[in-house]
């Protein structure tokens, strides 16, 4: 989408919202942690949801699929929202309706009702999602800023890591006779709280130019969006079928519709869904491109590890979940370290975070031939450090890099074009590696994760070369 509109790097409506806080940084962050942690949690609580629910396969896909979808799509608007409503208010909103989504998940009495909650589920998170991220970008400034977006980075790398060890100790301990819903229901004390708390230390912001919603744009961009991802999520499943590759074959063509109605609206000088300013940013989009490489092999390789700790060595959801344990140790001290080298070294600490994670996939690789050979699994721990470290080190750089090439009255929807582009990216890379992992597990379940391992490995070398073409710093002056 191009426009003859030049981006204006102006003073922010909100340089600073306010009455910033450790507090609100707390609050908002709880959110991010729910949101990402029950994308990953589930996994666990499958077969324990299909038994008691006497589920079909198909249904309880849906219970990952469903969520993902609807975050998916719903990210952009949302973001355009708290840009035209109050960043505080949709957070809240979407933290409210995740709430309550996650509490009719915990006690839905059949499949079908599960799979509606898990889709209103997907709604809260994707409301909450990009005002948390709009939220940090103007209520903090130079490293404040850095060191808020580092914590983000460390919440969403410790959901991630460790859900599949809090789903598995949930299942393990099942308190009060809960079973797999204690892995929902955990949502609903963590989510009151964040409620009452909000409003008292969480300042409010918004664009004060937002006077409309483009209402014609956000269909079209979920029809998009629809397009791509859903084939995307159900197609290995599935196993292909026509409608897949149909609904691939149309998304570009939804996708140009947008396009054209963005410049027409442009041209009247209304509201657009995306600014015609942000996309004029050369480097924004060279950002969304490396965060769109990174979260594809985030994802997958969370999704093949977990599968080749419980089938390919029939570890139980616990145990399995302690070895993610060391994944987020070596994410966590790396996250600690990564504020202060962001603002120092800019974009070529994402080169190294990105060339210490396709390192580590390949020591796992050598782990996973030892693991065989020794049966043990302490074989996977150096390239499960390494890897976590890389993780760490790239996700502070990656976000703040990008948030930087765009101007606080922008943030809401350079927020919503980040989230939605790292949830595209984890259903592009789930799908992708999906299919080779399975495409080779009939050769083992050893020898599939070593293929998915190489193949992330390639995709972490590119995006290491991407950060060339990145801005050389991680901090702006507004």
């Known amino acids: 989408m191009t426009t003859q509109a030049r981006p204006q790097l102006a003073q922010p409506l909100h340089p600073k919202a306010p009455g910033a806080s450790g507090p609100a940084l707390a609050v908002v962050l709880s959110g991010t942690f729910m949101v990402v942690l029950d994308f990953f949690i589930v996994n666990v609580a499958l077969p324990s949801m299909q038994s008691g629910l006497h589920a079909s396969s198909t249904a309880i896909q849906w219970v990952v699929a469903g969520y993902?979808?609807?975050?998916?799509?719903?990210?952009?608007?949302?973001?355009?929202?708290?840009?035209?409503?109050?960043?505080?208010?949709?957070?809240?909103?979407?933290?409210?309706?995740?709430?309550?989504?996650?509490?009719?998940?915990?006690?839905?009495?059949?499949?079908?009702?599960?799979?509606?909650?898990?889709?209103?589920?997907?709604?809260?998170?994707?409301?909450?999602?990009?005002?948390?991220?709009?939220?940090?970008?103007?209520?903090?400034?130079g490293l404040q800023?850095?060191?808020?977006?580092?914590?983000?980075?460390?919440?969403?790398?410790?959901?991630?890591?460790?859900?599949?060890?809090?789903?598995g100790a949930l299942i393990a301990l099942d308190p009060a006779g809960a079973g797999w819903r204690a892995c929902f229901l955990v949502n609903v004390p963590v989510g009151l709280v964040a409620l009452v708390t909000v409003r008292r230390v969480v300042p409010e912001s918004r664009d004060l130019a937002?006077?409309?919603?483009?209402?014609?744009?956000?269909?079209?961009?979920?029809?998009?969006?629809?397009?791509?991802?859903?084939?995307?999520?159900?197609?290995?499943?599935?196993?292909?079928?026509?409608?897949?590759w149909v609904s691939l074959a149309l998304a570009p063509a939804?996708?140009?519709?947008?396009?054209?109605?963005?410049?027409?609206?442009?041209?009247?000088?209304?509201?657009?869904?995306?600014?015609?300013?942000?996309?004029?940013?050369?480097?924004?989009?060279?950002?969304?491109?490396?965060?769109?490489?990174f979260w594809s092999g985030q994802a997958s390789f969370f999704m093949v590890l977990a599968l080749y700790l419980q089938q390919g060595r029939g570890l139980t959801p616990m145990q399995a979940g302690l070895v993610f344990t060391v994944l987020a140790v070596s994410y966590l001290l790396a996250s600690l370290g990564?504020?202060?080298?962001?603002?120092?070294?800019?974009?070529?600490?994402?080169?190294?975070?990105?060339?210490?994670?396709?390192?580590?996939?390949?020591?796992?690789?050598?782990?996973?031939?030892?693991?065989?050979?020794?049966?043990?699994v302490l074989a996977l721990v150096p390239g499960l450090l390494l890897a976590g470290a890389g993780m760490g080190f790239a996700i502070t750089p990656l976000t703040t890099i990008i948030l930087a090439t765009a101007p606080a009255q922008y943030a809401g929807g350079a927020s919503g074009l980040l989230s939605t582009t790292q949830q595209v990216g984890a259903a592009l890379g789930v799908a992708v590696i999906g299919a080779i992992f399975f495409g080779a597990v009939h050769a083992g379940v050893g020898h599939a994760f070593q293929l998915s391992l190489v193949a992330l490995a390639v995709l972490l070398l590119g995006l290491g070369a991407l950060t060339r073409l990145l801005p050389a710093t991680g901090t702006v002056t507004r």
């Open 145 to 167: 800023r850095v060191r808020a977006l580092s914590l983000y980075g460390l919440t969403m790398g410790i959901a991630a890591a460790g859900g599949q060890l809090l789903g």
């Open 68 to 141: 993902a979808l609807t975050t998916a799509v719903l990210l952009i608007t949302a973001g355009r929202l708290g840009d035209r409503y109050g960043r505080r208010r949709m957070f809240s909103v979407g933290l409210a309706l995740f709430t309550a989504a996650s509490l009719l998940c915990g006690v839905a009495p059949n499949a079908g009702e599960l799979v509606l909650a898990r889709l209103l589920q997907g709604a809260g998170g994707a409301l909450l999602m990009p005002n948390v991220l709009a939220i940090i970008n103007v209520s903090y400034d």
């Open 338 to 376: 990564s504020a202060g080298l962001v603002v120092r070294h800019g974009r070529r600490v994402l080169a190294a975070a990105a060339l210490a994670l396709a390192g580590g996939h390949g020591l796992l690789v050598a782990g996973v031939a030892l693991a065989s050979a020794h049966g043990t």
């Open 210 to 244: 937002a006077h409309t919603l483009d209402l014609g744009g956000a269909v079209l961009m979920t029809v998009a969006l629809t397009a791509v991802v859903l084939p995307l999520v159900q197609g290995a499943a599935a196993g292909w079928p026509a409608w897949t």
């Open 254 to 293: 939804f996708v140009a519709v947008f396009c054209l109605q963005q410049r027409h609206r442009a041209r009247l000088g209304l509201t657009c869904l995306i600014d015609p300013n942000l996309a004029a940013i050369a480097p924004l989009r060279r950002g969304l491109l490396a965060q769109l490489a």
